[in-house]
T-cell receptor, first 113, second 116 residues
């Protein structure tokens, strides 16, 4: 069965410093992986996706993630945090041939001025 | 830019009442979904819908839930007899069909359902 573990429930960084949000997945087959972001009182917006092409994936707003099969990880990074990045971030997995997304528990990113 | 729209944004209902949550998926998408997020908990999959039938559903999606595509644009989730524990944010989503490759789902803004 597929699952994702987001290792940190809360991450706090200073504006202008790097962001690292960690995600490990468990999947029976070759998965597709996504990061979604949820700003307060807003819906879920896709940041980026990995679907077995390049292992380093670039997304919107300067975010990127690297798929590492040997470590079963898909960590989200950004070189320099901005105040507007403060939100909840979800790592999501879907197995090949399925449609249902499995969400991680989320990481709340706080950006300090 | 095309988007998934949901109405209402917030609905309050009394326990035992029926509610219908409405969604308009992106027009050229063929897969439709409902997810829910109870306050402070994970986003959970409820059901997926394709070609006018349920293609996949979770354990949460029991007999009190039903989905329908009553016309060419709307996709609805009905909860027949609401319980307090149905209080949650309900998200509608839609996606393309592209062979075997999984494509991302596009989510609506959500409907916050409060059962009192």
């Amino acid at each position: 069965a597929q699952s994702v573990t987001q290792l940190d429930s809360h991450v706090s960084v200073s504006e202008g410093t790097p962001v690292l949000l960690r995600c490990n997945y468990s999947s029976s087959y070759s998965p597709s992986l996504f990061w979604y972001v949820q700003h307060p009182n807003k819906g879920l917006q896709l940041l980026l996706k990995y679907t077995s092409a390049a292992t380093l994936v670039k997304g919107i707003n300067g975010f990127e993630a690297e798929f590492k099969k040997s470590e079963t990880s898909f960590h989200l990074t950004k070189p320099s945090a901005h105040m507007s990045d403060a939100a909840e971030y979800f790592c999501v997995v879907i197995d090949t041939g399925r449609r249902a997304l499995t969400f991680g528990s989320g990481t709340r990113l706080q950006v300090q001025p | 830019e095309p988007e998934v729209t949901q109405t209402p944004s917030h609905q309050v209902t009394q326990m035992g009442q029926e509610v219908i949550l409405r969604c308009v998926p992106i027009s050229n998408h063929l897969y439709f979904y409902w997810y829910r997020q109870i306050l402070g908990q994970k986003v959970e999959f409820l059901v997926s819908f394709y070609n006018n039938e349920i293609s996949e559903k979770s354990e949460i999606f029991d007999d009190q839930f039903s989905v329908e595509r009553p016309d060419g644009s709307n996709f609805t989730l009905k909860i027949r007899s609401t319980k307090l524990e149905d209080s949650a944010m309900y998200f509608c989503a839609s996606s393309h069909v592209t062979g075997s490759q999984n494509t991302e789902a596009f989510f609506g803004q959500g409907t916050r359902l409060t059962v009192v």
